[in-house]
């Protein structure tokens, strides 16, 4: 499975919640229409002052050719699909969104632990935007992730799903990789991970203590963006 992530920034002179309304009521309905699209997942800050985005928006696809001809390539914020509900998406992107401050990854998503059978709707998500340590090169980080980190971080107490997600054009992505771990409890996400407003967090311990010793060995932690919010599932044709 393939998805496209867009961390949203809202336009200049918009205030959170007059984005959060124009997102969820206008631009919702006509994103998840958007030709190949199997998933859609629409995920809101739980503390929206200390978040360092306004949401995320996440649209999977079961083809990688697919994702491009509506959503674009890696390396290019900006897109320009010719037809459809691409086409109607893009144009209503200015109406909200601050498209240049928009980071977006497009990767592959890689299911490590699933409690839930893959129902992530009403699930709080801690979402990892992860750049590799200086000196490493993209395919040292990703054998460290994949082998040495993952199977510690599925073992943190509390998750209920973990996903890792690897560009699709390593080169021009904006990040390594994504790691998203789901909690069915906001608590235990914070126990585990801290809570939003700091790119660090330092839990006392089990595999959250362990993992987040583990980071040092791979990550740049002060480059890492971070998103703890809440995901509603707005489309699902995988289950």
């Known amino acids: 499975m ?3 992530v867009a961390l949203l920034v809202r336009k200049p002179g918009m205030s959170h919640e007059e984005f959060v309304d124009y997102w969820q009521t206008n631009h919702t309905p006509i994103a998840r229409e958007i030709e190949a699209v199997v998933k859609y997942a629409t995920v809101q800050p739980v503390t929206p002052e200390a978040a360092e985005f306004d949401g ?3 649209l999977y696809f079961e083809d990688l050719d697919a994702l491009h001809a509506a959503l674009g390539s890696d390396g290019n914020r900006d897109y320009d699909p010719a037809k459809g509900k691409a086409k109607e998406a893009r144009e209503d992107v200015d109406n909200f969104l601050d498209i ?3 980071p ?3 990767g592959e998503v890689v299911t490590q632990k699933d409690e839930v059978d893959g129902d992530t709707d009403g699930l ?4 990892a ?4 340590k200086e000196g490493m090169s993209h395919e040292e980080f990703v054998d460290h992730w994949q082998n040495e980190h993952t199977p510690i ?4 107490e509390g998750v209920v799903k973990y996903d890792t997600v690897l560009p699709v054009d390593a080169p021009h992505a904006e990040f390594d990789g994504i790691a998203e771990l789901y909690f069915e409890d906001l608590d235990a996400l914070h126990d585990a991970l801290g809570s939003e407003g700091s790119r660090d967090y330092d839990p006392a311990k089990g595999k959250a203590k362990e993992a987040r010793e583990d980071v040092n060995n791979f990550l740049a932690i002060d480059e890492r963006p971070r998103f703890i919010g809440r995901e509603t599932v707005q489309k699902d044709e995988t289950r």
């Open 56 to 58: 995320l928006a996440e």
């Open 104 to 106: 977006r990854f497009i």
């Open 2 to 4: 393939y998805k496209h």
């Open 124 to 127: 709080y998500k801690h979402s």
């Open 100 to 102: 240049e401050s928009r």
């Open 153 to 156: 971080a599925r073992e943190i």
């Open 129 to 132: 935007f992860l750049v590799r």
